[in-house]
């Protein structure tokens, strides 16, 4: 079945905001295999915010630590911007406080499977 053939797939441009390199590449190839088109990947903070106000994409996937650092601001320049986002997280999704505790958010280590299913209810 090609990518394009999958269910949930749709041609995103999708924001990837990961600091660690293996975790990046393995999210790039997924994305690839479900038809999308990664901008990033991004592993600093400050350079995720400036993407996040300015460039063009659908969605982002973001990593809550990036260096040590919290992702938060870069999730609210989506916010303001319309743009949905996932968090991709080792700490469960209870770890994400209230302002975010309603988002959708990837349990690490996942699977294909599991960003595909996710893709799909983001979809329109």
Request: hydrophobic letters at 45%; charged letters at 25%.
């Amino acid at each position: 079945m090609a990518a394009s053939e999958l269910p949930g797939s749709s041609g995103l441009r999708v924001l990837l905001v990961e600091d660690e390199n293996l975790v990046a590449l393995l999210l790039e190839d997924m994305l690839a295999e479900l038809g999308h088109t990664v901008v990033g990947p991004v592993g600093r903070l400050d350079k995720a915010l400036e993407m996040a106000q300015r460039e063009a994409f659908d969605v982002a996937i973001l990593d809550v630590n990036i260096n040590g650092g919290e992702v938060y601001p870069i999730a609210e320049a989506l916010s303001a911007r319309g743009i949905p986002f996932v968090f991709s997280t080792g700490y469960g999704k209870k770890s994400l406080p209230a302002p975010y505790s309603d988002r959708p958010a990837l349990q690490k280590p996942f699977q294909r499977h599991d960003l595909q299913k996710l893709f799909a209810e983001l979809s329109p």
